[in-house]
């Protein structure tokens, strides 16, 4: 199920025959809500750079759909491969998908016993079990701090700079098991989530892909366009909001020669769109989501 799907697509305010990004296709569903608002002569274009993604979307062979298989961190390069200059919006649903998640063999959860790979793109890159067997414990450390938020991260580096040096950790549960010591005992998946969830980030670049995109996203969306951005944690978050508020996404202040705040878009709604109740007890992923929506300005 679509996290926010009628408040996000909605936020793009869709032009019967405009031009529309989806940078993340995932199972289809916003895309799908896209094309019913689109006329004959409009356009969608998605990015996934998983290759299962072309098999969740009944809507594959709409002619007005062009799906990329790509990064989104290469969304101008490819919108110019596709001979688009502009859009009228733009589409995230950020983070990691159910089918990804409930997919044991590709390591995104702790619920299974497979291999520790967590690859959104599994046709190259590092996998997590060769980030935990061969990162030094003081970038194990940064990670852990930076992305998963944990406060004990360089105790955790240090348990597993001193299991690896006994046997490589290949799989999820032999991670689990390493972590046993430091696990706290009424919060074991809320902290194991965020752990895996470091991992993750750093295997699929995840923020720094973001950054990207959003930067690029300044130079495509035409004046008066639409950036609607569903985000899952803080981090994300906090970097979308600095891009709409301020222009950069670490939060540094830019301004023109005149003074005047240097940001190419404006937020539309000043608070964050969350999921009621009712979505949240169908879909257990829209819990910690938020939704952003901005105007090219």
């Given amino acids: ?6 408040e996000s697509v909605s936020g793009l305010e869709v032009k019967p025959n405009g031009t529309y990004v989806d940078v993340t296709f995932g199972g289809g569903g916003h895309s799908r809500e896209i094309l019913s608002r689109l006329g004959g002569k409009g356009r969608l274009i998605a990015f996934d750079q998983d290759a299962d993604a072309a098999q969740n979307g009944d809507m594959v062979g709409d002619k007005r759909l062009t799906l990329i298989k790509g990064n989104f961190r290469f969304l101008r390069s490819y919108l110019r491969y596709h001979s688009v200059g502009e859009v009228d919006g733009i589409l995230g649903d950020l983070g990691v998908s ?3 998640l409930d997919t044991a063999e590709r390591g995104f959860s702790f619920r299974f016993e497979s291999p520790l790979d967590m690859r959104m793109n599994r046709e190259g890159g590092c996998t997590a079990g060769t980030l ?5 414990a003081q970038e194990l450390s940064r990670i852990f701090a930076e ?4 406060g004990n991260a360089a105790r955790v580096a240090k348990l597993i700079d001193a299991a690896r040096q006994k046997s490589r950790i290949t799989t999820t549960k032999a991670l689990v098991e390493v972590l046993r010591p430091v696990l706290p ?3 074991e998946h809320k902290y194991l989530a965020k752990l895996f969830q470091a991992l993750r980030i750093e295997v699929n670049q995840e923020m720094q892909a973001l950054a990207q ?3 690029q996203a300044a130079k495509v969306v035409k ?3 639409r950036l609607s951005i569903i985000t899952y944690h803080s981090l994300e978050d906090r970097m979308v909001k600095n891009f709409i508020r301020y222009g950069s996404v670490s939060g540094k202040i830019e301004r023109d020669v005149f003074g005047n705040l240097s940001t190419p878009f404006e937020a539309v ?3 964050v769109a969350l999921p009621d109740e009712e979505e949240i007890r169908h879909n257990t992923r829209a819990r910690s989501a938020k939704l952003r929506v901005a105007q090219k300005i």
Avoid at 147 to 150: A, F
């Fill in 213 to 215: 995109m959003l930067e």
């Fill in 269 to 271: 709604n000043k608070k």
């Fill in 223 to 225: 004046t008066g366009g």
């Fill in 185 to 187: 005992p009424f919060d």
């Fill in 132 to 136: 935990l067997n061969t990162r030094s």
């Fill in 147 to 150: 992305y998963g938020e944990l």
């Fill in 98 to 100: 159910w089918r990804q």
């Fill in 1 to 6: 199920m679509p996290v926010l799907l009628k």
